[in-house]
Structure formats: structure tokens, C-alpha cells
């Protein structure tokens, strides 16, 4: 599928609504523009000014799509089937969202580009057996398509071929509804459907506990300041949501709603994944993002729907592993609005 002698590229789905800037560069999501209460239209994500930028590894993770496996597993090492693997330790002392080359650095192959008011484009990559350390070859697929005025689909899929391996994407874009350059986002407020979260050790990776969030600093289960309780979670929140209890859709759980008071916008957040990654942005620090604007700590926040990070050596956390046969299946729904 891809060959990496292909060359990243930019393709915009545009409905009238929503304008989103994609590359074929680690499926990045580059820029999404869409209004605030008053019509006024702005650029929500964090981004770099050139995919040169990108390629020089100059961007945390902004707007692409990681894996094999997203978030961090403990020292890089698995075993599945009775055969121990070892990983990329890139992020010391554990692997990070794929290893050193991950998905989000790949160049993947654009296909099936709509224009108009469905827009869609779907990017593919064929990531070979060993590669970054994993097991198997697997074909993935990652679908963006604008289902209504106000709507973003993303649909990721991936098939083992010919043995079993760990599967979890995520889509990892920085939002800050406020403006990509608006400063920082604790004065967004956000309510996440979990009850439970996974508390983590010193480098981040979760305990193994499954804990209520009630009477913490954790409980978003109603709508919350970001900034209200942050300084209680040392350098802010990087932890895994368990996604218990949110309504249901068309097959897709209620993930989030974020809201920015300034300019109304308000994103709501459903997938298919057992859990969410909320990230604010921590170790963001003087990145020179697009029109020169300078991102500093909290300048975005994150919402990785994913399955539990290090699931594969926890065996009380929902399995990741994908048999040769089976299929990889995870949807987000990105719906805009303003109150």
C-alpha cells in the first residue's frame, strides 16, 4: 500500500461548515476551522506551519493518528502467544504511540477523495510484520468523512494478516476552541461520561486499579472548569477514562462535551472505545506554531478514545489483541455546535 517514496500531501474536505486541512502524513489532521456563536470562523487545532515542520519531528503528536499501539507500554515489553516482545523504547522507560517511526510519521496513501458537501478521503498504510518491534503485518485504513453541516466522522480499521498482534489507534489532535492561538484552555469547561479512571505509576503508565473518579479531582461526570481542580493532578491531567456511562448512538457511547465560553463552541465528542485519554497539553512548551503563534503549556487538550494503555499486561483491562481473521474497528464522531 504505501511505499514511503510517496510524498506528503494536503487534501481539504469542505462542506461550508467545516473546513479541515488534512495530509496523508501520518493522517494529520493540520487545521479545522468552524464558527463560534457569532459566525466568526476559526482555526480549533494546534498545528505546525509546513508539513517540512512535521517531518522534522518538530510536532508532540499534533492532529495525526498514532499507533501500532497508542500510549505507553511498560518497558516495551509484551508477550503474546508465549513469545516476549521488545519495542522501541522511545519515551524511556517505556514505548510511546508506536515507537520511534510510529503511524503518525508514515506517509500513508490517499484514495477514495469526495469533495462537496460529504466529503470524505480515507489514507492507508500497510505496516510490515516486526516493524517498531510488533508482530505481524497489518493493513490499516482511516476514513475522514463530513457526514452532516456539523459533523466529522473518523473511521480506523486494521486487519492482522497473518498473526496475532496489539492494535490501538488514536487520533491524537490538540483542540482549543478558542483558537489554535488563544492561549490556553483552562478555561474550557468539559464533561467526560466516566465514573472510573486508571490512576498511573511515575512514568505514566496505568497501576492496573480501575478507581471511581467520585470525590477526586478526576470527576468530570458533570460539566467542569478544566482549570478548577488541575493543580491538584500535578503537572494536569494524562490519564485514561474508563467510558461507563455515557448515552448511546448509532453503536457510539457519549465520550465528551467541550465548551469554550468566550466564542460558544462546543464539541461533542462519541466512539466505539472503551476509553478516553484526557491530555492538557503538559509538556507543551514554546512551540512555534501556524501564524507564528507561540503554544505554551495547557495550549490544547487531547481526547484519545483508545483502548487502556498497556493493556496487553493487564489482564483485567479490555484486550487489545487482533487475531489474523479478526478486524480492528474504531469511530469517532467530532460533532460542532455553539450555546
Not at 485504513?141 to 498473526?163: F, G, V, W
Amino acid at each position: 500500500m504505501a511505499d514511503q517514496t510517496q510524498k506528503p500531501e494536503l487534501f481539504e474536505l469542505n462542506n461550508g461548515t467545516i473546513q479541515v486541512l488534512l495530509s496523508n502524513l501520518g493522517c494529520t489532521i493540520i487545521s479545522l476551522v468552524v464558527p463560534d456563536k457569532n459566525g466568526k470562523l476559526a482555526d480549533v487545532v494546534l498545528g505546525l506551519d509546513s508539513l517540512d515542520l512535521y517531518q522534522e519531528g518538530l510536532s508532540p503528536y499534533f492532529g495525526c493518528i498514532v499507533g501500532r499501539v497508542a500510549n505507553r507500554i511498560k518497558d516495551g515489553k509484551f508477550t503474546l502467544d508465549g513469545q516476549e516482545y521488545s519495542l522501541s523504547i522511545n519515551r524511556p522507560p517505556n514505548s510511546l504511540h508506536g515507537g520511534h517511526q510510529g503511524f503518525d510519521k508514515k506517509v500513508w496513501e490517499a484514495s477514495n477523495y469526495i469533495r462537496g458537501e460529504n466529503a470524505s478521503i480515507t489514507f492507508k498504510y500497510h505496516s510490515a510484520d516486526g516493524e517498531e518491534g510488533y508482530p505481524g503485518a497489518v493493513s490499516v485504513t482511516a476514513t475522514y468523512t463530513l457526514t452532516s453541516s456539523t459533523t466529522m466522522r473518523l473511521d480506523m480499521e486494521a486487519i492482522p494478516e497473518n498473526k496475532a498482534t496489539i492494535i490501538n489507534l488514536a487520533q491524537h489532535t490538540y483542540w482549543n476552541l478558542g483558537g489554535h492561538s488563544s492561549g490556553n484552555i483552562l478555561n474550557h469547561s468539559i464533561q467526560l461520561w466516566a465514573n472510573h479512571f486508571t490512576p498511573v505509576d511515575e512514568n505514566t503508565v496505568p497501576t492496573g486499579e480501575i478507581v471511581p473518579v467520585k470525590d477526586t479531582p478526576f470527576d468530570f461526570t458533570t460539566e467542569k472548569m478544566i482549570g478548577s481542580s488541575i493543580s491538584e493532578v500535578g503537572m494536569g491531567y494524562d490519564h485514561n477514562y474508563v467510558l461507563d456511562c455515557g448515552d448511546e448512538k448509532s453503536g457510539l457511547k457519549h465520550v465528551a462535551k467541550v465548551k469554550e465560553p468566550s466564542s460558544g463552541r462546543v464539541l461533542d465528542l462519541w466512539s466505539n472505545a472503551p476509553g478516553v485519554q484526557f491530555y492538557t497539553g503538559n509538556y507543551v512548551k514554546d512551540i512555534v506554531g501556524k501564524e507564528r503563534a507561540v503554544y505554551g503549556k495547557h495550549a490544547g487538550l487531547c481526547l484519545e478514545t483508545q483502548g487502556f494503555p498497556n493493556a496487553v499486561n493487564q489482564p483485567n483491562f479490555p484486550s487489545v489483541v487482533v487475531q489474523p481473521g479478526g478486524k480492528y474497528q474504531h469511530t469517532m464522531l467530532f460533532e460542532f455546535s455553539v450555546e
